[in-house]
């Protein structure tokens, strides 16, 4: 390799790293910030449907944060990788016309298998091999926020940011060449929801637990009593692989149910009389 070629793939590897160090850093501080605007908006309504008793200090949110910028590095790192082993042809991206029906199809399969995957890596850092050099440094927000979503150790931040070449591996291995607007759309998506199981105040309308439509979709509450209470509710969209192995919390629903409000309630806009 010359050295004009050496020259033109080190600019070329660093532009590719400073876009996607933007990208996740501008995905969470948006997530974030926004979450937290509305919530500080809307204080009557979030303070009646406050998780925990306990609120978070200023520490908390320094840690936070800055150990933030720590996963960004790594989550950048990581889809510098994807983005070289796309440019190198090995994983299979396809831009242009889509049918919406293919995008759902996608986007669909990729939260599912997303939600097995952060099953199963979760439950596994728990181990008591793990947990102190992986996920101890999450744990530290017992009382979350919607800052702790990208609070990790150096190693967990690998294992979360290993799913998305992971997955794209496996599926350009198979001949599938996913759509570049459908990994877009579920990058945002995954934030977002990480962002709301985090937020220690209950999001969800009353009667969601309730529902057979709707009860297999986690809620605030579901990750919040993984926080503070210890080993169950390791899902991150679902409530399935909980029910199914046995992890979720025998309270989860009865929690719900002391926390959630009908979202339009009087006594929760201050509009009461009393």
Known sequence: MDNNTAQFWIARIEDHFIGTFTFDLGRYFIAAGLLTLILWLAKGWSDARRIQNRRAKREDYVREISSSFRTVFFFALTGLTTVLMVEGGIIHIHKGDYSAGLF???????????????????????????????????????????????????WEGVAEAAFMPIFLLLTS?????????????????????????????????????????LDWLTTTT??????????????????W??????????????????????????????????
Not at 120 to 138: E, I, K, Y
Not at 222 to 239: R, W
């Open 104 to 154: 759902a199809v996608e986007f669909i399969a990729m939260t599912l298998a997303h939600d097995t995957y952060f099953y199963w890596m979760h439950r596994a850092l728990h181990h008591r091999r793990l947990f102190r050099a992986t996920h101890l440094h999450h744990h530290k927000s017992r009382t979350p926020t919607a800052w702790a979503a990208y609070s990790f150790s150096a």
């Open 173 to 213: 291995l198979a001949g599938i060449a996913y759509i570049d607007f459908a990994i877009f759309i579920f990058l945002a998506w995954m934030i977002v929801r990480n962002v709301m199981g985090h937020a220690g105040i209950e999001l969800h309308p009353a009667g969601w637990v309730d529902s057979k439509w």
């Open 222 to 239: 579901h990750h919040d009593l993984h926080h503070s209470e210890g080993n169950h509710n390791f899902g991150l969209y679902f409530t």
């Open 241 to 274: 692989w909980d029910r199914w192995m046995g992890t979720e919390h025998p309270q989860y629903k009865e929690r719900f149910r002391s926390v959630a409000r009908p979202l339009l309630s009087r006594r929760e806009t201050g509009f009461d009389a009393a």
